[in-house]
């Protein structure tokens, strides 16, 4: 997974035991990522988080340390890059693909095998990065325009001198 920061870990053991070993309700999944549970609910519909898995009808939706590590993954990427929701999909997804080569990896020693899994991996860190470039663009974009008003202002200024 893409590097999970540690915030907001602060509650420990309970008479259920360590959050990280039982499975976590929505409330507290929402406290542990800082969001809400409507926000959570909501990346569940939409197919970015697959949590609730072990949700019976009229029963409560039930995470995994798993599932903490991959919302906190969409608020990351979401804050950090400002992402669409098409986006933050696509780059989850090369992440999950990711996942599962780095696992087929440790499996296999066969040399062909290992190229095919690497050249795979490759592609999606490719596809990730084209976003994160994407985005770099539009921030760059912003800054020279913002600059460029900045200057605008100050030559006005200057024109104005002290009177």
Not at 43 to 56: N, S, T
């Amino acid at each position: 997974m893409i590097a999970a920061t540690s915030e907001g870990e602060a509650s420990g053991p309970t008479e259920l035991g360590p959050p990280a070993q039982r499975p976590l309700r929505i409330g507290e999944v929402a406290q542990l990522t800082g969001t809400t549970p409507r926000t959570i609910r909501y990346y569940e519909e939409i197919g970015l988080l697959e949590g609730g898995h072990e949700r019976e009808q009229g029963k409560h939706r039930c995470y995994t340390s798993d599932d903490v590590e991959r919302l906190r993954d969409i608020v990351r990427l979401r804050d950090l890059l400002g992402l669409s929701l098409e986006q933050l999909s696509q780059m989850l997804a090369a992440e999950s693909a990711r996942a599962q080569l780095r696992r087929e990896l440790a499996q296999t020693e066969a040399p062909a095998q290992r190229r095919r899994l690497l050249e795979q991996a490759g592609a999606h860190i490719a596809t990730q990065l084209e976003l994160v470039q994407r985005r770099q663009g539009e921030l760059g974009e912003l800054e020279a325009e913002l600059l460029s008003k900045q200057d605008l202002v100050a030559r006005r200024l200057a024109e104005l001198g002290d009177r």
